[in-house]
């Protein structure tokens, strides 16, 4: 079983950017340690799914969401800490319908619009953290997480969350 387990850790690091749920790993010659700056260690109480954060979020509120990393093929912003979370309650689809970045939704593409916000963790004066969030939170694409943040709102609805912490929820 370990073997397995090893030969399947093995494989989802070489088909995703990032690393696995743990407080230190190790991905080939690299060990990421997550920042406890802005990695929660416990889980938030009362997140509201992303779909419902957009629908009763106003701007400038504080507020804690809960979301699946993805919504395109590339979640992740080069050059800050900031990605793309979508509604748990959005299917993506899986690799063996033949969909190769399942954390793009491209089979409920329809479902993404009204279900996703851009999640920027900044620092205490509210400016963007100019390092890949895969590096100091330990996630990848498909990763849960749970944010804690002020909604910030633009002319057509969507919904930023500059976060002040990221809570990562361990695959089961």
């Known amino acids: 079983m370990k073997i397995n387990l090893s030969v399947a850790l093995v494989g989802l690091s070489l088909l995703a950017v990032g690393c696995g ?7 080939q010659s690299k060990t990421v340690e997550v920042d406890t700056r802005y990695a929660a260690t416990t889980e938030p109480a009362n997140a509201v799914p992303v779909g419902e954060a957009r629908n009763k979020s106003e701007d400038g509120q504080d507020i804690t969401l809960v979301g699946v990393i993805g919504g395109s093929n590339k979640p992740f912003v080069e050059g800050i800490a900031a990605f793309t979370v979508v509604d748990p309650k959005v299917p993506y689809c899986a690799a063996e319908e033949g969909c190769p970045t399942p954390w793009d939704y491209c089979c409920t593409q329809d479902q ?11 620092d205490d ?3 963007p953290i100019t390092k890949d969030a895969r590096e100091f939170l330990n996630v990848k694409e498909l990763s ?9 709102r633009d002319d057509q609805g969507n919904l930023t969350v500059a976060a002040s912490k990221v809570f ?5």
């Open 112 to 122: 993404v619009k009204e279900n996703v916000a851009t999640i920027k963790i900044v």
């Open 168 to 172: 990562v929820r361990t695959e089961k």
């Open 125 to 127: 004066s509210g400016k």
């Open 21 to 27: 749920q743990t407080e230190t790993a190790t991905t």
């Open 144 to 152: 849960t997480v749970v944010v804690t943040g002020k909604a910030k």
